[in-house]
């Protein structure tokens, strides 16, 4: 079955600093490839979607990249701020409508 | 700006109790999801509906879980008898999807359940 990593150790960095944040993937290669972010206590909120023919997506201060041959993808916040501090999930689907599987998420903290 | 609604946002109960959460996705969404996530875990597929219709509910523990969408709107996840076990959130999440394509699921807020 499709197992997802997303590192389980928080990412600490400073403000004003690019967080990069790793999703790797085992067995099938999914369709769709989407990063989500989850608040404490609350429902996760979606982010980006990189479809499997897509190398990068952006969006604002947001970059994703899928390399189907490494089963991964990168998620990148530049210029971060406090405010982005949250628990980031990536999510696979593949193609027909499956089930989406999600990551246990990596906790961001962005210090001051 | 719409959005799914859930409730109760907090549940506590006990053991071999009955619970049910309620969810009204954002009107025009065909696909609804009901996702278990546990304290440091992602959230899980219980069950998702196309319109009334279940798509799918393999992992949905069906001797004490059960899901319905009558009307293909509205939606209630019960537990009967709740276990110490399903203590976590429980997330409903819609989206524009139908026919296999995707879309980005909008989650609501979700329901904490404790089982004492």
């Known amino acids: 079955s499709q197992k997802i990593e997303q590192n389980s150790e928080a990412l600490n960095i400073q403000e004003g600093k690019t967080a990069t944040l790793t999703c790797n993937y085992t067995n099938y290669s999914p369709a769709y490839l989407q990063w989500y972010r989850q608040d404490p206590g609350r429902g996760p909120v979606f982010l980006l979607l990189?479809?499997?023919?897509?190398k990068e997506k952006r969006k604002e201060r947001l970059k994703v990249t899928f390399d189907t041959t490494l089963k991964q993808s990168l998620f990148h916040i530049t210029a971060s701020q406090p405010a982005d501090s949250a628990t980031y999930l990536c999510?696979?689907?593949?193609?027909?409508?499956?089930?989406?599987?999600f990551g246990a998420g990596t906790r961001l903290f962005v210090k001051a | 700006e719409a959005e799914v609604a859930q409730s109760p946002r907090y549940k506590i109960t006990e053991k071999s109790q009955a619970v049910a959460f309620w969810c009204d996705p954002i009107s025009g969404h065909a696909t609804l999801y009901w996702y278990r996530q546990i304290l440091g875990q992602g959230p899980e597929l219980l069950v998702q509906?196309?319109?009334?219709?279940?798509?799918?509910d393999s992992q949905l523990p069906k001797d004490r879980f059960s899901a319905e969408r009558l009307k293909g709107v509205d939606s209630t996840l019960k537990i009967q008898p709740a276990e110490l076990g399903d203590s976590a959130m429980y997330l409903c999440a819609s989206s524009l999807a139908r026919g296999g394509d995707t879309d980005t699921q909008y989650f609501g807020p979700g329901t904490r359940l404790t089982v004492l």
């Open positions: 509906f196309q319109d009334e219709s279940v798509v799918d």
């Open positions: 999510a696979l689907e593949r193609a027909g409508g499956f089930k989406t599987i």
């Open positions: 990189i479809r499997e023919n897509e």
